[in-house]
T-cell receptor, first 111, second 113 residues
Framework: EDQVTQSPEALRLQEGESSSLNCSYTVSGLRGLFWYRQDPGKGPEFLFTLYSAGEEKEKERLKATLTKKESFLHITAPKPEDSATYLC????????????FGDGTTLTVKP | KAGVTQTPRYLIKTRGQQVTLSCSPISGHRSVSWYQQTPGQGLQFLFEYFSETQRNKGNFPGRFSGRQFSNSRSEMNVSTLELGDSALYLCACTRRADGGEAFFGQGTRLTVV
């Protein structure tokens, strides 16, 4: 069974204080790893897709990386508007359309 | 372009009742998945439909069912509601038939009393 574990559960940063979120996964036949952002009361919003170890994607202050066992979401010089829950998900094997999600990391950035 | 639309946004039901939730995906996105989100369990996969066929099913009891129509719109039904069914139900669609990034609706907040 596919498993996704995210750490830490919660992270509090000062504005401008860079950090990383971790997503470790155990799957059979990774087809893609996805990062989403979720604001309170809303559905998750797609951020990145990573397909193979060594791949990196960037968007504004966020950078996602992938190894064979884990992914990191690096946040550089965060701002208060980056506060949200960040979710990691995997698609694997022949289960097209099914994503397995981690429990998320809730990020709070204080001004 | 229009996003994923879920209706209703909020529902309050009584134990034992049944409920139907609706999801209209982005035009051209034929795969529709449903997830249950609770504080204790996170996002749990319910089922996924493609071209009116259920392709994947999660580990939920038979009280949870769904269907997809020819225009890709989808509904999920929960019968004999239990207090533990209170959750945010999210619908997601993907453009590709083999998966890929999912686009989510705002969700339906179901409260069972």
């Amino acid at each position: 069974e596919d498993q996704v574990t995210q750490s830490p559960e919660a992270l509090r940063l000062q504005e401008g204080e860079s950090s990383s979120l971790n997503c470790s996964y155990t799957v059979s036949g990774l087809r893609g790893l996805f990062w989403y952002r979720q604001d309170p009361g809303k559905g998750p919003e797609f951020l990145f897709t990573l397909y193979s170890a060594g791949e990196e994607k960037e968007k504004e202050r966020l950078k996602a990386t992938l190894t064979k066992k884990e992914s990191f979401l690096h946040i550089t010089a965060p701002k208060p508007e980056d506060s949200a829950t960040y979710l990691c998900a995997v698609q694997a094997g022949t289960n097209a359309g099914k994503s397995t999600f981690g429990d998320g990391t809730t990020l709070t950035v204080k001004p | 372009k229009a996003g994923v639309t879920q209706t209703p946004r909020y529902l309050i039901k009584t134990r034992g009742q049944q409920v139907t939730l609706s999801c209209s995906p982005i035009s051209g996105h034929r795969s529709v998945s449903w997830y249950q989100q609770t504080p204790g369990q996170g996002l749990q996969f319910l089922f996924e439909y493609f071209s009116e066929t259920q392709r994947n099913k999660g580990n939920f009891p038979g009280r949870f069912s769904g269907r997809q129509f020819s225009n890709s719109r989808s509904e999920m039904n929960v019968s004999t509601l239990e207090l533990g069914d209170s959750a945010l139900y999210l619908c997601a669609c993907t453009r590709r038939a083999d998966g890929g990034e999912a686009f989510f609706g705002q969700g339906t907040r179901l409260t069972v009393v």
